[in-house]
C-alpha cells in the first residue's frame, strides 16, 4: 500500500472511531502536555486516560495492554498523593543504570513477557497474546527504571512504542497508535533532556 493509501485508510478508521476513545485521546494528550510543564494536573487527566483506556483496550482484546493501564491509573493515584506530600523536598537525582539494575531491568522483560503470554494464552481469547504480552512486558521495565529516576528508562519506554504502534493499527485503535506515535517523540526528548540534566549535576 502507498502512502496515499495509508492516507485514506487512516482516514476511514478515524471517520468511523468513537466518542469514547476521542474522549479517552484527549486527557492523554492533556496529560503529556501538563507532564512537560510539570503541572500537577497531569495526575487527573491521567487517571481520565487510563480509566477510558482500559475500558476500550479490554473491548479490543487487548488484555495485556489494559492490566498495564490499570497499573497506570494506580501510579497516577499514588503520584497525585505523593505529589503533595513532596512537593517541597529535592527530587531524586538523574542516573545511569547500573549492570544490576539492568539484570533486574531484563528480569522484569522476560519474566512479565512470560508470565503475560501464559496468562493471555491461557485464560483469554486474545488474537495476539505474544505481541501484546511483550509491549506490556517492556513498559512495565521501562516505568520501573522511570521510578528509580534512570535515563535508560526512555529507551525500554520507546521500545515498547515502537510494537504498539502498529499492534494499535491491527486492532482497529488508529487514535491510539497516533498517541502513542507522539509518546515515542516525546520520549525521545525525554531521553535527550535527563542527559544533559545528568550531565549538569555532575558540574
Not at 24 to 53: D, H, K, Q
Not at 153 to 161: A, P, R
Request: charged content about 15%; overall charge positive.
Amino acid at each position: 500500500m502507498d502512502v496515499h493509501g495509508l492516507f485514506h485508510l487512516l482516514k476511514g478508521e478515524l471517520a468511523e472511531t468513537d466518542w469514547l476513545q476521542w474522549t479517552a485521546i484527549v486527557f492523554g494528550v492533556a496529560e503529556v502536555l501538563l507532564a512537560r510543564v510539570n503541572n500537577i494536573l497531569l495526575y487527573p487527566a491521567g487517571i481520565g486516560s487510563t480509566v477510558l483506556t482500559i475500558y476500550i483496550l479490554a473491548l479490543a482484546g487487548l488484555y495485556a495492554e489494559s492490566a498495564l493501564n490499570a497499573y497506570y491509573f494506580v501510579m497516577s493515584v499514588y503520584g497525585w498523593w505523593y505529589w503533595h506530600k513532596k512537593k517541597d523536598e529535592a527530587p531524586v537525582p538523574i542516573s545511569r543504570t547500573s549492570p544490576r539494575e539492568w539484570m533486574v531491568t531484563a528480569a522484569i522483560v522476560v519474566g512479565g513477557f512470560a508470565v503475560l503470554y501464559g496468562l493471555l494464552k491461557r485464560y483469554t481469547p486474545s488474537t495476539v497474546p505474544g505481541w501484546d504480552a511483550w509491549v506490556s512486558a517492556t513498559a512495565w521495565a521501562g516505568t520501573w527504571l522511570l521510578a528509580k529516576r534512570k535515563i535508560e528508562n526512555w529507551l525500554l519506554l520507546n521500545v515498547s512504542n515502537i510494537f504498539a504502534v502498529p499492534l494499535l493499527f491491527y486492532k482497529q485503535l488508529p487514535l491510539f497508535a497516533v498517541l502513542t506515535v507522539i509518546l515515542f517523540i516525546v520520549a525521545c526528548f525525554g531521553y535527550f533532556d535527563w542527559i544533559k540534566r545528568y550531565k549538569a549535576q555532575a558540574v
